[in-house]
């Protein structure tokens, strides 16, 4: 707020600045222009001389009112002329000049009201540069009102939520410049509240389970140890007693195998929840974005991108939800295609709309194709690539909630996702 501050300074002595330059501008160019009308008189009296003051065209000197002859020589001496001519000199609402043109002499009318026109000119300049400078002012108190004291009040709401404070709602102002802006950053507390929130309860769900299954563990593993060194004792010699106790171990053993096999369940189990709303939409709204975003992404990479021609038919699912499983599928083609080039089909059978997206360059080994949609699989081919293994594990969850599906096929040079989604 300094930094507007020391604007707001700037603009209104610049302001300033321009008001009074445009008056002295003024002022002096109407001092300039105030002894014109000698120019004209002079002008005008050797007109006179030439052809006569009756065929002198008067209209060719605006600042000359009328011209009149006044006193010859012969009629006047100078003394007493030159009193007569200072009376007219005295007038307050026009000025005359004497001239003698050969014998005669004349006065010219000059029009003398030229302070009130310079007032008048630098009244209506000054209200003019007035009104553009309060508009001026009004436009910046305007941006200062609407655009700067909003996001004044909002520039610190990323660093709260990076911090982990999720707590404290967001005020909803109808402001057209934020106020979706600051719908959208509540609606994103709200879902990374409740992502915190989920990953605390699966974590304390996990941690319960984990410690009730590690007890659980221990009573068939003492039964072990104790059957183990019994008959390392020799303490069991009846054949029947032997096999019974073998029978036991065994038993016991199994219970030791679902409990890990429970852990690694639950371990594995999918941790992330997902919601999908039931919709419309149609294909090139999904593929518009699409061709937007990775053109110019492909295009700095010098990789081929090509879409082809497809009927723009209208689809049943979650139009977001939808895009997001097309970018995962494109940002996995990048990362573990060869750019070279990438290309997008389309084809449709029965209820469904199906999109293939080919990536050039195979690096996964035939046998790992299965599990690429695993989750937290990471296969052979992703050596010094970053990556979760969620991606498209997050794929085929979202298109099965939208009545979907999701595969993959590889070939030596190429692999290719399909996405199938049903059409309305």
Same mark, same amino acid.
């Given at each position: 707020m300094k930094e507007l501050k020391k604007m707001w300074i700037g603009v209104v002595f610049l302001l300033l600045l321009l008001i009074a330059g445009a008056n002295f501008y003024v002022c002096n160019r109407e001092n300039m222009d105030g002894d014109f009308y000698k120019v004209e008189i002079?002008?005008?009296?050797?007109?006179?001389k030439k052809i006569g003051v009756d065929a002198v065209d008067k209209q060719k000197y605006p600042t000359i009112k009328q011209v009149e002859?006044?006193?010859?020589?012969? &009629?006047?001496?100078?003394?007493? /002329?030159?009193?007569?001519?200072?009376?007219?000199?005295?007038?307050? &609402?026009?000025?005359? /000049?004497? +001239?003698?043109?050969?014998?005669?002499?004349?006065?010219?009318?000059?029009?003398?009201?030229?302070?009130?026109?310079?007032?008048?000119? /630098?009244?209506?300049?000054?209200?003019?540069?007035?009104?553009?400078?309060?508009?001026?002012?009004?436009?910046?108190?305007?941006?200062? +009102?609407?655009?700067?004291?909003?996001?004044e009040k909002i520039r610190e709401i990323p660093y709260e939520l990076a911090k982990g404070n999720l707590t404290m709602p967001l005020t909803f102002e109808k402001n057209k410049y934020f106020g979706n802006f600051i719908w959208g950053l509540n609606l994103l507390r709200e879902h990374l509240e409740h992502q915190k929130e989920l990953c605390?309860?699966?974590?304390?769900?996990?941690?319960? $389970?984990?410690?009730?299954?590690?007890?659980?563990?221990?009573?068939?593993?003492?039964?072990?140890?104790?059957?183990?060194?019994? $008959?390392?004792?020799? $303490?069991?010699?009846?054949?029947?007693?032997?096999?019974?106790?073998?029978?036991?171990?065994?038993?016991?053993? &199994?219970?030791?195998?679902?409990?890990?096999? /429970?852990?690694?369940?639950?371990?594995?189990?999918?941790?992330?929840?997902?919601?999908?709303? &039931?919709?419309?939409f149609y294909l090139s709204e999904a593929m518009d974005k699409i061709e937007t975003y990775y053109g110019d992404k492909l295009s700095y990479r010098h990789t081929k991108f090509f879409i082809s021609t497809y009927g723009n038919c209208l689809l049943k699912g979650d139009r977001e939800r939808f895009i997001e499983v097309l970018e995962n599928i494109m940002e996995n083609a990048i990362k573990y295609g060869d750019g070279r080039e990438i290309c997008i089909d389309f084809s449709q059978e029965e209820d469904c709309q199906l999109i293939w997206i080919t990536n050039s360059g195979n690096t996964l080994p035939e046998q790992e194709m299965t599990h690429i949609f695993d989750s937290f699989w990471r296969g052979s081919n992703t050596k010094g690539i970053e990556g979760s293994g969620l991606g498209l594990s997050i794929c085929r969850k979202l298109m099965q909630k939208m009545k979907g599906d999701i595969f993959a096929t590889g070939k030596r040079d190429s692999v290719t996702i399909t996405v199938v989604i049903p059409k309305k």
């Open positions: 002079k002008r005008m009296a050797d007109e006179i002859v006044l006193r010859t020589k012969d &009629d006047l001496n100078r003394e007493k /002329q030159m009193e007569y001519f200072q009376i007219f000199l005295e007038e307050s &609402d026009h000025v005359y /000049q004497i +001239r003698q043109i050969d014998e005669d002499y004349y006065r010219f009318d000059i029009d003398i009201n030229k302070e009130n026109g310079i007032k008048t000119l /630098q009244v209506v300049l000054n209200i003019t540069l007035l009104i553009m400078a309060a508009g001026i002012l009004m436009i910046l108190w305007y941006i200062k +009102r609407k655009v700067l004291i909003p996001f605390l309860s699966l974590q304390k769900d996990k941690s319960m $389970l984990l410690l009730s299954l590690s007890h659980d563990i221990k009573t068939p593993l003492s039964a072990i140890k104790l059957y183990a060194k019994a $008959l390392s004792k020799n $303490l069991y010699t009846d054949k029947e007693r032997q096999k019974e106790v073998a029978e036991n171990i065994n038993e016991k053993a &199994d219970e030791i195998e679902s409990f890990v096999n /429970q852990i690694i369940q639950n371990t594995s189990e999918e941790f992330m929840e997902f919601t999908v709303e &039931d919709g419309e």
